[in-house]
């Protein structure tokens, strides 16, 4: 089998084989398809393009020879901030709503309500409640849970006019939201107010759409994305550092394959229990199977694999090309990141792909609601459906390719206080002599455009070999899962500073943080040193980068991200070139007025080379040497 061509489309040999059998077998893939989209809309890429109302769909001609205004007279600027600010909302929502179901499961599991659930971490409840001033004393776990769940909810509407979590972030920052008015109301309020303000005939100067676009991504941030992942550790457990298994090779051959794929830990949680159910691991026995082997995929594999022995079989891109294994029984999804394509590939196999959120259903889907009062009865449902469909794998179809790799994961902000001993200080003291020079966060999707996992892992080779310690989450972190980088041992390419530190304190010069909403645990490590050090998290030698991004959920993490102070390098063009103005004060103007800017760079290397400058920069100015 040629696999030299699909070497131009990933450097992952499990992938490059897969695409190969694709190929081979005459199935369509995301790559097939971007390459009948080319070339793509010039319009649409350069962010030129409006059908914000019916006298429209309106295109402003980047070349000056055509139209400069749409028919309601909006010009490039204000066109290319609206499309911005509405990929914001979107982005903003989609992980906020997955907060709010994770806030709704602890509150039901509060009420009694949904039995299946349990508070794991109580000690996190107990922090959480004095964060938030829930009275403790004499009152129940269950009490205070509900308590907690209840603020937490009203986070999303909340009419006192600042959200909670944001007294996490240093004073000079919150003084800096304050100053520029940008401190979210309310989760819900800011999206809402984007939807309202780039409705025709509403706002229309671009600076104060982009000013509005930092506020709602900051709810996200510092606020719907922060409360999943909180109030997922109090209910499924604070991650720990563990082993566990990358890569299409994960799956076996002869057990029935079920992955979980989609983000919100509700389920996927339900369904690690369903997958142990001895009744169940016998009729895989008599349906021919050795057992049932559940994996995970894109962030819902990385919540299962922060917590469980549950290893991931790949990330964005591999989940046409799991199902091509032909050895996938069923893929079970709920939300976020599901290609509407599954479908048609799982009709060329026997797999079944199961929907289960009555948010998101796909036609040629089997749907199987998912229902938090009886989550484990449903979850056994779904495994059994699972189970049966063995029967009809059709064994000469089967084409696992071998690619597996180790990783350590696990490292919520609690197990990195854990790994240095019980405080940031010896992360402070590496960093103040310059063993570490500084942290870079990778994260975000993966995409065709780029040569899948090249940008996440070129980039953070390039930046352990700087001595930059890197975090990461999302598709970017199963990447370097894949390329063995979340291993110990790949202290080896490190630079002598981090080398050493990583071998002293036993850990991987990449840190698996968690899921796409687990970027907010980067942010409260961030804070927290700005806090040690009291400065703002702009003063830090941070910086950040999404090299693979594609979804509107990235737009409004790299918009947080960069409004919390954190320099961000973006590895494919955001749709914000058609107009100077807005491209100009995202990547130089937005420095004097939040403290950072974005940058885009395709290339990783010279990305690292950015973000070094960037750190450097940062010491100096911190008067380190
Ligand atoms: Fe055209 Fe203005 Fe309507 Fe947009 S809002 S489609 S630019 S008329
Ligand atoms: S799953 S948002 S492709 S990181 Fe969170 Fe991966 Fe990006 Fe989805």
């Not at 897969?18 to 893939?29: H, S």
């Not at 009729?283 to 962030?299: S, Y």
């Not at 050493?500 to 409260?524: F, K, N, T, W, Y």
Request: charged share 25%; net charge negative.
């Amino acid at each position: 089998m040629s696999q030299n061509k699909h070497a131009q489309k990933s450097i992952d040999p499990a992938s490059q084989t897969m695409l190969a059998r694709a190929e081979q077998e005459g199935v369509e893939t995301a790559w097939d398809r971007l390459h009948k989209q080319e070339p793509q809309c010039g319009f649409g890429m350069l962010g030129l393009c409006c059908r914000n109302c019916n006298m429209g769909p309106c295109r402003i001609d980047p070349f000056g020879d055509g139209p400069e205004r749409g028919v309601c007279g909006a010009n490039a600027d204000t066109i290319v901030a609206r499309n911005l600010l509405r990929a914001i909302a979107a982005g903003a929502a989609a992980h906020s709503d997955h907060g709010r179901d994770i806030v709704e499961a602890l509150l039901h599991a509060a009420e009694g309500k949904a039995p299946d659930y349990e508070i794991k971490d109580k000690e996190k409840l107990a922090a959480l409640a004095q964060e938030l001033k829930v009275p403790r004393e004499g009152r129940s776990e269950k009490e205070i849970a509900l308590d907690v769940a209840r603020k937490a909810l009203d986070e999303f509407g909340t009419s006192k006019g600042h959200l909670e979590l944001l007294e996490r972030a240093p004073s000079q920052r919150k003084e800096r939201w304050g100053e520029l008015g940008i401190t979210p109301r309310g989760i819900d309020r800011e999206i809402v107010e984007i939807m309202h303000r780039t409705h025709i005939g509403v706002d229309t100067d671009y600076v104060n759409l982009i000013l509005q676009g930092l506020r709602a991504a900051i709810s996200d941030g510092w606020g719907g994305s922060m409360w999943a992942t909180e109030l997922s550790d109090v209910l499924f457990g604070t991650p720990e550092p563990h082993r566990g298994e990358s890569n299409l090779g994960v799956l076996k051959e002869d057990e029935v394959n079920i992955i979980v794929h989609g983000h919100e830990p509700t389920l996927s949680e339900m369904i690690v229990l369903a997958a142990k159910d001895p009744q169940l691991i016998e009729l895989a026995r008599a349906k021919g199977a050795q057992g049932i082997n559940l994996c995970g995929m894109c962030c819902t594999g990385n919540e299962l694999l922060m917590r469980h022995d549950v290893p991931i079989a790949g990330n964005f891109l591999q989940q046409e090309l799991a199902i091509i294994t032909g050895a996938v029984e069923a893929m079970i999804v709920d939300v976020q990141c599901i290609m509407p394509a599954l479908t048609d590939v799982a009709g060329c196999y026997h797999t079944k792909i199961i929907s289960t959120s009555p948010k998101a259903k796909f036609s040629g889907a089997q749907h199987v609601a998912f229902d938090e009062e009886k989550a484990l009865e449903a979850a056994l449902e779904i495994v059994r459906i699972a189970v049966e469909n063995f029967t009809y794998r059709n064994k000469d179809k089967v084409f696992i390719p071998s690619d597996k790799m180790e990783f350590v994961a696990g490292f919520s902000t609690e197990a990195i206080i854990s790994a240095l001993g019980g405080s940031l200080d010896p992360l402070l003291d590496a960093i103040k002599e310059g063993n570490i020079k500084g942290i870079a966060a990778i994260v975000g999707c993966n995409n065709p455009k780029i040569k899948h996992d090249y940008g996440h892992v070129a980039l953070a080779e390039e930046l352990i070999a700087r001595d930059i310690l890197v975090v990461e989450t999302g598709c970017a972190a199963i990447a370097s899962a894949k390329a063995g980088l979340l291993l110990p041992e790949a202290a080896a390419k490190a630079g002598p500073g981090l080398k050493a530190v990583c071998e002293a304190l036993q850990i991987p010069p990449v840190l698996h943080m968690g899921s796409c909403v687990d970027i907010s645990r980067i942010l409260v490590v961030a804070a927290a040193v700005a806090k040690a050090l009291d400065v703002d998290i702009s003063a830090l030698p941070l910086a950040g980068a999404a090299p693979e991004w594609m979804s509107e959920k990235a737009v409004s993490i790299g918009t947080y991200v960069i409004g919390s102070g954190i320099f961000t390098v973006l590895g494919t063009v955001p749709p914000v070139l058609g107009s100077s103005n807005v491209a100009a004060l995202l990547t130089k103007g937005a420095d004097d007025v939040i403290g950072a800017t974005f940058a885009v760079e395709e290339d990783p290397l010279k990305a690292a080379a950015l973000m070094e400058e960037h750190i450097n920069a940062k010491r100096s100015g911190l008067g380190l040497p």
